[in-house]
């Protein structure tokens, strides 16, 4: 079993490296939504999008806050889905040689 | 909540934050900040934050170079717990017409005889500072170091934690439904979480301030419009400053994490509220980046989203009282440069709330709303 201490060192956000401790210090600073958590920390900022963290993220915020998932706002995805390149954009193709 | 205030601020952008921060290191105690959403879920978290003192007004460089000033000084200003990340490396503006060039011409003069050390460039001079430049598009370029960008979100963050340790009270996921005047005189605002009696308010509600200035009865000459911005994945180091150019409509930097930061205008967009990203900013973004920076070619973009510009007639705020309705102020209108002139928005519409006019470093006379029954539109000719 895993204590307190060993779960603050689990990375939450594998793209922009962030720990479950320092999601932790920020709910206790203060922020309590997911949109906040993200600005703040940077954690689903990366080129996955939060896809595996912010589930990880809702998670730590109904346990800690002690709300419903459902009362939770979960951030808009932004566009692309897939990384694009540039270049490929400019000549206008959606699929990459 | 509270059910009276002294002063309501609506909006937690940039401009609502720092005016509730000088207003309480003034000694103004019962001000109150109502967002409908969290801090800078506006434009201020979704701009460029972008700040430059190159501008053709000597009225927008004073307040530009004040307001940079400020940015230097602000994490110590505000005692941040954290870092405001001013990256101060310069605005490189490139000119592609005759017409840009005689305009860069006359800016940099002024800009100099204002103290703003910025200098006129050669393509091959402007190459020296992005080495990797197409020049076929650059006839001149214009170039200021203490120019630069910091992170919005921070920024945002270290006025609301100065103002709140000072006493300043915010309520996020609080919307204001409507503002109650009597006699030509504000009494109090009216939110989704209940009514706040008070006889000053301020609008700092940026794309939402004609709503806002229309709850009071006041109509705003402002028109929203989406802007577009795209993210790219990280990359080491290599754009020095924040590259820009008005004829070839677009803007692009480094930020310290590493991505790229790009946008530009759309000359078709439609008046209105929405902030829906495109697949047509993505293509036309990337054709003409790929054009001026072709290195940036084989990035990858891994997001876009959109904010809103709110559009004054002349492309300058508005600040100050609104004559009709007593206790009603104004700072909306930044025609998309709000965010650099932040700090002295939140000094000046302070000192004019608190009745301090005579104390001011800047005279907000010529910004007032006035302006446009007397005819005295600003015309800045170096808007992007
Ligand atoms: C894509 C883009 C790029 C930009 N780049 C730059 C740049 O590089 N440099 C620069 O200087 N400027 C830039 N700007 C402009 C800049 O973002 C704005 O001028 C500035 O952030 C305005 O700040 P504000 O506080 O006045 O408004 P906002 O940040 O929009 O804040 C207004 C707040 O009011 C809240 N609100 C609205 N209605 C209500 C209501 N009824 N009740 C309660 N709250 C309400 C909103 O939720 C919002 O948070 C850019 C803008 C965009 C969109």
Excluded at chain 2, 210 to 222: C, F, H, N, S, Y
Excluded at chain 2, 261 to 270: D, Q
Excluded at chain 2, 328 to 336: C, D, Q, R, W
Aim: contains cysteine; charged residues 25%; glycine residues 10%.
């Amino acid at each position: 079993m895993h204590n307190k201490n060993d779960l603050d060192k689990v990375i939450v956000c594998r793209c922009e490296d962030i720990t479950l401790g320092e999601i932790r210090e920020l709910i206790n600073k203060g922020y309590t939504t997911i949109d906040e958590i993200k600005r703040v920390s940077r954690c689903g900022f990366g080129p996955c999008q939060g896809k595996t963290c912010m589930q990880l993220l809702l998670t730590e915020l109904t346990q800690q806050k002690g709300k419903d998932i459902k009362e939770i706002k979960m951030p808009t995805h932004r566009p692309p889905t897939r990384n694009i390149e540039l270049g490929v954009l400019a000549r206008g193709e959606e699929d990459e040689k | 909540m509270k059910n009276s205030a002294e002063i309501v601020i609506i909006g937690g952008g940039i401009s609502g934050c720092a005016t509730a921060y000088y207003l309480a290191k003034m000694g103004c105690t019962g001000v109150v900040v109502l967002e409908k959403e969290y801090i800078a879920s506006g434009a201020t978290g979704r701009c460029g934050a972008g700040v430059r003192s190159q501008w053709g007004l000597e009225l927008n460089c004073k307040l530009t170079k004040m307001s940079i000033d400020m940015f230097e000084e602000l994490d110590e200003e505000t005692d941040y717990d954290g870092d405001t990340e001013f990256k101060q490396s310069g605005y490189l503006m490139l000119a592609s017409t005759e017409k840009e060039v005689e305009q860069f011409k006359k800016n940099v003069e002024l800009q100099n005889r204002l103290g703003i050390k910025s200098e006129l460039l050669t393509p091959a001079e402007a190459l020296k500072i992005v080495p990797f430049l197409n020049t076929d598009f650059v006839m001149a370029a214009s170039f200021h170091q203490k120019d630069g960008h910091l992170n919005p979100f921070y920024v945002t963050d270290a006025y609301m934690k100065a103002a709140r340790r000072l006493g300043v009270e915010f309520y996020t996921y609080t919307t204001v439904k409507d503002i109650k005047v009597e006699k030509g005189k504000v009494v109090g605002v009216v939110t989704d979480k209940g009514e706040i009696a008070t006889n000053k308010v301020l609008n700092a509600a940026g794309g939402w301030a004609k709503e806002i200035g229309a709850m009071a009865g006041v109509e705003l000459p402002l028109t929203p419009e989406r802007r577009e911005i795209l993210v790219t994945e990280p990359l080491e180091a290599l754009l020095d400053p924040m590259v820009i150019s008005t004829s070839l409509n677009f803007y692009c930097q480094q930020v310290p994490h590493g991505s790229f930061i790009m946008g530009r205008g759309n000359p078709h967009e439609k008046e209105g509220l929405n902030q829906a990203s495109s697949w047509d900013f993505l293509v036309n973004m990337s054709q003409t980046i790929t054009k001026v920076l072709p290195i940036l070619s084989q990035v990858r973009v891994v997001k876009q989203f959109a904010g809103l510009y709110m559009m004054s007639p002349d492309a300058a705020p508005i600040y100050g009282s609104v004559p009709a309705v007593d206790g009603l102020y104004l700072a909306v209108g930044f025609s998309g440069h709000g965010f650099m002139v932040g700090p002295m928005t939140g000094l000046l519409m302070a000192q004019h709330i608190l009745g301090k006019d005579n104390e001011m470093v800047f005279s907000l006379d010529k910004l007032d709303l006035g302006r446009f029954e007397r005819g005295e539109l600003i015309c800045e000719p170096s808007v992007v």
